[in-house]
């Protein structure tokens, strides 16, 4: 798990670094330099020209060191300041003196095209206002280079906190930030902004008083997954009730069930309208179906189950909000877990009395159109404000909310927020979403025997890994614009065999 920061946090950790534990700031320049010029060694020969533009703050003092060390290692390399020499800080005029002292070349004239590395080093996660004027010119040359491009801390003109392009974006090949990975290299633009991501240490390190507010889980997480207890049955590994399905909207239903199944729960049963019984049966001969729909066989099914699903193919009937609203309420009163899907959240979003029957227990899994529905907020709004709009929605309802988008967030009202790295463009496709709530109730079932439970926050977290894995795995198979949600749930197993 790599915790993710803020600019501000980023900022209020490096000055406790420099303030508390006593290391200059300018030891965390040199150390920031040594990391990105290591970095950089693999795509470096002694044929290359380096051209490094620094602006007039720390990350263009950043840059200043950079050009030292390569000038120092014998690498043709110039600085190009874009700013005004008077206007530069403390350290980066200190950085400055340093190079000059070392006759590191300094560039008047910004000619891109006669170098072959180009490093940016303009401005750094605190960029507050778009990029205009002479500095989005530089950019737009910069871009338009052919050269190898590196981005110190985060490419030049992209927001630190929401990876939005702040007028002009620099378009780098290769990013070395520090100490931690910041919002706006998660969340797109950013992430592609960046290109090859590494996160370099320098001796900045977590405040013990106050942990980073968002991680990201990653593969290796995986081994938080509890062991399959040997001697288990298929009761012991869990039972999945999908109340999903509705006249000619069968599809959803077989994905969602099949997903938990690949995704370990050991029995499943849909509760679906008659018409969806064949097909579900041909597809899937592992899965049990009932079409009945009274009080009794309702608590009967309820009483079986541990997780429930509702909500993949259902529709908006009255027939279909009745379903949903006594499995809701009924699953509340009795507290057993609940992923509400697709037309579950239309549902509620129309019914917001329903908000009584949800709580800690109960994961949402929106999209942007769905949350739009369920806030009132234009998708515009949401998309630009992700992490938030999870986390207020998530303290509104008490519930997890997982805001699915090219990065997912996973929310809970505990407070804890974790962003999606994995997964990819392919995954866009119909169907996609319908495993993830599979996916999602198979990872709730691993956990029901196991002797430390995680909160449901992190075990959400912990399914949207799963589920962007396994698209990996796909995408590498059969390709982006291929691949279909069933290729999805073909390659679960291969993701869970590694743990």
């Known amino acids: 798990m790599k915790p ?12 406790n670094t420099i303030e508390s534990a ?4 300018m030891v965390l320049m040199e150390r920031a ?29 950043d840059g200043m060191a950079i050009a030292r060390l390569l000038h120092l290692k014998g690498i043709k390399v110039g600085i190009y300041l874009a700013g005004q020499e008077e206007k530069l800080t403390d350290q980066a005029r200190q950085q400055l003196q340093i190079a000059k002292y070392y006759q590191v070349p300094l560039e008047h004239n910004l000619q891109p095209d006669e170098y072959t590395i180009i490093v940016d080093a303009l401005f750094g996660v605190g960029l507050s206002r778009p990029v205009e004027g002479r500095y989005a010119e530089i950019i737009h040359m910069l871009n338009q280079s052919g050269a190898f491009r590196v981005a110190v801390d985060i490419p030049s003109g992209i927001n630190g906190d929401t990876g939005r392009e702040m ?13 931690f990975c910041k919002r706006g290299l998660c969340f797109y633009p950013g992430r592609m902004y960046a290109g090859e991501l590494i996160v370099a240490d320098i001796g900045i390190y977590a405040n013990p008083d106050r942990d980073p507010s968002m991680a990201y889980l990653e593969k ?35 994905l969602s069930s099949a997903a938990a199944l690949r995704a370990s729960a050991g029995m499943v049963k849909v509760q679906t309208v008659e018409e969806n019984r064949i097909p579900l049966q041909s597809q899937l001969p592992e899965v049990m179906v009932t079409c009945e729909f009274n009080e009794k066989s309702n608590q009967e099914i309820l009483d079986w189950c541990d997780v429930l699903v509702i909500g993949p193919g259902l529709g908006m009937s009255g027939e279909s909000r009745e379903r ?7 699953a509340a009163w009795c507290g057993k877990p ?33 949350m739009s529905r369920l806030t009132g907020k234009s998708i515009g709004e949401i998309r630009e404000n ?5 986390s207020l929605y998530a303290e509104e309802t008490h519930t997890v909310c997982v805001l699915k988008d090219a990065c997912t967030v996973v929310a809970s009202e505990k407070g804890e927020q974790y962003l999606n790295m994995s997964g990819n463009a392919g995954m866009a496709t119909a169907g996609s979403g319908d495993v993830l709530s599979g996916v999602l109730a198979g990872v709730l079932c691993m956990f029901l025997a196991a002797e430390k439970k995680p909160a449901y926050g992190q075990m959400a977290a912990l399914g949207v890994l799963i589920h962007g894995l396994a698209g990996d795995m796909a995408a590498e198979n059969v390709g982006e614009r291929g691949m279909t949600a069933r290729d999805i749930i073909r390659f679960l197993p291969e993701v869970l065999k590694v743990q």
């Open 220 to 254: 290796k997480d995986l081994s938080m997954l509890p062991s399959r207890i040997p001697w288990g049955n298929k009761g012991t590994f869990g039972k999945v009730l999908l109340i999903a399905g509705s006249r000619g909207m069968c599809g959803a239903s077989c």
């Open 386 to 390: 992700l992490a938030e709009t999870a």
């Open 33 to 61: 330099a040594l990391k990105t010029v290591e970095a950089m060694e693999k795509y470096l020969s002694n044929k290359d020209r380096v051209l490094v533009v620094c602006g007039n703050g720390n990350n263009g003092g």
């Open 324 to 330: 949903v609203q006594w499995f809701l309420s009924h």
């Open 4 to 15: 993710v920061v803020t600019a501000g946090e980023m900022k209020g950790l490096d000055r």
């Open 22 to 25: 006593g290391v200059p700031g």
């Open 167 to 179: 007028g002009i974006g620099f378009r780098a090949d290769l990013t070395v930030t520090f100490a």
């Open 338 to 370: 609940v992923i509400l899907d697709a037309d579950g959240l239309n549902l509620l979003a129309v019914h917001g009395e329903w908000k009584k029957y949800l709580g800690e227990q109960v994961i949402l899994t929106p999209h942007l159109g769905e």
